[in-house]
């Protein structure tokens, strides 16, 4: 067999083994030393192939198809500082739960550490931050290479699927010369599939979860961001069960769609209440059972810290359980799931602890609804943007100020919208991307990205993306002309260095940006223009709408909000 042919099977049983095992969509960055693996995608058609010449972008780009999909997405870059480009989304997928299966092309072994183009040390490149890495050989011919090659990519994306779900790295090294043989017909694949378990609690644990609900006069339901594939008829069902104050994230997605016999329990404006000292040590619980990841609200891990509640229950399907405010007294290894219909309650909460939580709630509804007629800044915009959002939308935003503005100013809705983010590591990086990469996932909803100028410059490249690919989606840049989060922080007093360090003003404004990718571009100056800017029929899938706000405004507009609900309450 000559070489040509044994690299054809090598790369070709790699893409089976692949698509055996579920991966529909592969990001591929060209390059050279992953030219084998990158003509195998691309010449089958059971895999969806996505084009990205950023690395950086390319990674975060597969990051929000896998976030969109709820299935792993496979990766491939070439060698060199080509792969190291993929680490910050790589970290976004470890700490946010998103399966990456991550393929780096890399020189033969007689080539690294000495002095090679394009070769740096990529043996666990990614360290601690995938869940497994492997080396694999070089095509050889060996009897033993390929059904090695069959177990260990099932083996890589049993683990990237394995709650919980995160990324893995396979490290696939080749000799030139790099051309196949194309193949139109993959090879048989002998490893047929795997079978995962849910993830459910023991009997022990069903039972202290019953008597702990059952024994509680004080207390109240925390969900914060759920677990890829997560069924919120489970989530509904345990609200209705539990009757308990609920309080939802907007990252859980269960402040829209939500059914009426549930509207009562569910606390939205939870943040804006417990900045109030006086309402937090009033509606101090002594038992709090928490799905999901710990909110975005400073104000409720103040909450728990100043309570110590007796009982904090933690419920997720990592043993390494998410607990930042070390306040936890039990955990319980499970995903949301059926297992919670057969918790056995007979609740006893106080009717006047859920009274207090239900008439903040609407006193605090009534001041954010009402918001618009009032103020004019970010906030304003904000709760606009969501008031205008058709039905079937996904939201997707950035860290910083825009995910906090989402969390006050979205009130619970029936109405089909979906709010997603990049909030494993909470980094304003590859926000543009992931959103573009999610848009690929969902074609049939419509689209939109919610991010600050800061953001925006920070992942500009994403848009290279609409060039190779069909994409739709509206981008919406809070321009205040910096770091407007840092306005709300210590460091704003210290006016001698906060603008140099921390405001970090560009006076860009984006236009030209819009223009150089073929988007359709408008501008908001006035609370008043963004209803006829929203409601304008637009047939260009891309669009770039800039709303330009100021840092100083938005602060003052929202500690009078702030201000407003906590007089209201003292009433």
Not at 178 to 195: R, W, Y
Not at 306 to 331: A, C, G, I, L, W
Not at 499 to 520: C, H, K, R, S
Not at 550 to 565: G, P, S, T
Request: hydrophobic share 40%; aromatic share 10%; glycine share 4%.
């Amino acid at each position: 067999m000559s070489e040509r042919e044994i690299l054809s099977n090598y790369v070709y049983k790699i893409v089976a083994s692949i698509i055996q095992n579920g991966v529909e969509d592969v990001v591929i960055s060209p390059g050279s030393r992953s030219t084998p693996l990158a003509y195998a995608f691309s010449s089958i058609e059971d895999v969806k192939v996505y084009r990205q010449v950023d690395e950086r972008s390319a990674a975060f780009f597969a990051l929000g198809i896998a976030k969109a999909k709820q299935k792993p997405v496979a990766l491939l870059c070439t060698s060199g500082t080509a792969a190291a480009n993929y680490y910050p989304a790589i970290v976004e997928a470890k700490y946010s739960r998103v399966p990456l299966i991550v393929i780096t092309a890399d020189r033969p072994h007689e080539l690294r550490e000495v002095g090679a183009p394009q070769a740096i040390n990529q043996i666990r490149l990614y360290g601690e931050q995938v869940k497994w890495s492997a080396e694999f050989p070089i095509p050889d011919g060996a009897e033993q290479t390929l059904p090695f090659i069959e177990r260990h990519v099932a083996r890589a994306i049993n683990i990237a699927n394995t709650s919980p779900l995160g990324p893995v790295h396979l490290n696939v090294p080749f000799r030139e010369p790099l051309l196949i043989d194309f193949k139109k017909q993959l090879p048989t694949v002998h490893f047929k599939g795997s079978f995962l378990s849910e993830i459910v609690p023991t009997d022990e644990g069903k039972n202290l979860l019953s008597e702990i609900i059952n024994n509680t006069k004080k207390g109240f339901i925390i969900v914060g961001e759920l677990a890829l594939g997560t069924d919120l008829r489970y989530m509904w069902e345990f609200v209705r069960k539990v009757k308990w104050p609920v309080l939802v994230e907007s990252l859980s997605n269960m402040r829209t769609n939500i059914p009426e016999d549930c509207k009562e329990y569910l606390v939205a404006t939870y943040d804006a209440l417990l900045k109030d000292e006086q309402l937090r040590e009033n509606l101090s619980p002594e038992t709090v059972i928490r799905f999901g990841a710990q909110p975005v609200s400073k104000f409720l891990t103040i909450l728990l810290n100043q309570s110590q509640p007796k009982n904090y229950v933690v419920v997720d399907e990592d043993p390494m359980f998410r607990d930042s405010t070390s306040v936890s007294t039990h955990f319980i290894h499970a995903s949301v799931g059926s297992w919670m219909s057969e918790i056995s309650v007979q609740s006893n909460l106080d009717n006047s602890y859920l009274s207090s939580w239900q008439e903040s709630e609407v006193i605090a509804v009534k001041y954010i609804r009402d918001y618009v007629k009032k103020e004019s800044d970010e906030g304003a915009m904000v709760r606009l943007l969501l008031e205008h959002l058709p039905n079937g939308s996904d939201l997707f935003v950035s860290s910083s100020m825009p995910i906090r503005d989402i969390d006050t100013f979205l009130l619970p809705t029936e109405r089909d919208i979906q709010i997603f983010a990049n909030r494993g590591a909470n980094g304003i990086d590859g926000v543009m991307s992931t959103a573009i990469g999610f848009s690929q996932g969902r074609i049939d909803r419509n689209m939109y990205l919610l991010i600050g100028d800061l953001a925006f410059l920070h992942d500009v490249n994403a848009l290279i993306a609409t060039r190779y690919q069909s994409c739709k989606i509206t981008v919406v840049v809070l321009n205040n002309d910096g770091g407007g989060i840092f306005s709300y922080l210590p460091q704003s007093t210290v006016k001698e260095y906060y603008e140099d360090l921390f405001g970090t003003p560009t006076a860009l404004q984006f236009e030209q940006v819009a223009n150089m990718y073929d988007m359709n571009y408008e501008q908001i100056k006035e609370l008043d223009e963004m209803e006829t800017v929203f409601n304008k029929q637009s047939t260009n899938p891309l669009r770039l709408i800039e709303v330009f706000t100021d840092r100083q405004e938005n602060v003052i507009a929202h500690r009078r909000l702030w201000q407003q609900i906590h007089s209201e309450l003292k009433k």
